[in-house]
């Protein structure tokens, strides 16, 4: 199989890595505009199969020759050209996965189903961890938990270490996450599908020790399509970020005084572009990371949790974040260009992804979930 990364960093390594260990790969095309990430790339994974192309993800013309050459692409670049990349994918017979994070530029993809089903291309959004795989380890709950009227999905990435008072570390691009504190969280209440402004709603949870003090709340993008799907089924559906007791109130405290508006501060830069690039080093430390799961679904009479604790691997040099999100995002492309995702167009992946091989394929690469 041939495959084609755009973007070349920390989720692209993952993504690679999966490809070469899991997806059969013949041939990878990374591409980025960064001649130093492409660097990286090429001193990280000594494969002949591995070529790359340093131009960016707006350059048409390249980037469909690429994709023109390959069984299936990944979208590892920020969500604002995924649209446009959606287009070309389809115009070139591509198979299409990306890390998604942005409910309009989702729906935007949407947009394009009949043309991509025309087409005979799957076009997979919002892939990786939440949204990603917490919606296909939802749909494989929700069918051993068939009578459910309640769907609780609590997802966290942490620094097993915290520092500074925001006990945070960037584990993926400062503009996703600003996104989710910024943009409003889609629910299901009492039946219908509803926003929630986000950084609402705080609740205490813990884990096993030592991730016992946390708090979780309201972010957006993490249903993804999950209310859609199961409005009419589920009369209670919500997604909330974990992160440690306090965050929250620091980090809104911030919004509030208006560090992430979209007014323009100076020299063509809106306050929240000077805000995240003030966040980034502050919050890029070293420190082993953690990703926390847990789905909850609660029928009449009883619960079924599924939950689970995920580190790096150090040996691999593979983040908690790069194994719960490369790694998904990776598999379900593989699964649409070996044919185990069997529809075409924009697709919900948890309707089409068949959620026991998705489980299976977790399993192979050490992603277990306990259930109780």
Request: glycine fraction near 8%; charged fraction near 25%; aromatic fraction near 8%.
């Amino acid at each position: 199989m041939k495959y084609l990364v755009l973007g070349a960093g920390r989720m692209a390594v993952g993504v690679i890595y999966d490809l070469i260990q899991y997806g059969n790969a013949e041939k990878i095309f990374v591409t980025d505009i960064d001649p130093k990430a492409l660097t990286k790339i090429k001193n990280r994974f000594k494969d002949k199969r591995v070529s790359v192309f340093q131009f960016g993800a707006d350059q048409k013309e390249e980037i469909c020759k690429l994709m023109a050459q390959v069984d299936g692409a990944l979208s590892a670049v920020p969500y604002d050209y995924n649209f446009e990349l959606t287009k070309w994918a389809i115009d070139n017979h591509c198979h299409l996965v990306d890390l998604g994070g942005n409910n309009t530029m989702v729906e935007k993809q949407f947009s394009l189903d009949d043309k991509a089903q025309k087409k005979g291309v799957g076009i997979v959004p919002d892939c990786g961890l939440a949204p990603g795989m917490v919606s296909v380890v939802a749909m494989d709950l929700l069918e051993h938990l068939p009578e459910a009227e309640t769907l609780q999905i609590r997802v966290g990435g942490l620094p097993v270490n915290p520092k500074t008072p925001l006990n945070y570390m960037l584990v993926f691009s400062v503009h996703g996450l600003t996104n989710e504190y910024i943009e409003p969280s889609v629910i299901i209440k009492n039946g219908k599908i509803t926003e929630i402004p986000s950084m609402t709603g705080v609740e205490n949870l813990s884990f096993s020790k030592p991730f016992d003090q946390l708090e979780a709340f309201y972010t957006s993008g993490g249903t993804s399509t999950l209310p859609m799907t199961f409005k009419g089924r589920l009369k209670n559906l919500d997604y909330k970020t974990i992160r440690y007791s306090g965050h929250c109130k620091l980090f809104k405290a911030m919004m509030d005084l208006g560090f992430t508006d979209e007014k323009m501060f100076t020299r063509g830069l809106t306050r929240r572009q000077i805000f995240e690039q003030l966040l980034i080093e502050p919050l890029t430390y070293e420190s082993e990371d953690v990703v926390l799961i847990r789905l909850t679904a609660k029928d009449q009479q009883k619960q079924l949790v599924y939950e689970t604790i995920e580190y790096g691997d150090k040996n691999n040099a593979l983040t908690a974040m790069m194994r719960t999100t490369a790694f998904p995002a990776a598999i379900i492309l593989e699964m649409l260009v070996d044919g185990r995702v069997k529809d075409h167009g924009v697709l919900r992946q948890e309707v089409a992804v068949p959620s026991g091989a998705f489980m299976a394929e977790l399993r192979k690469r050490d992603i277990c979930f306990n259930i109780y």
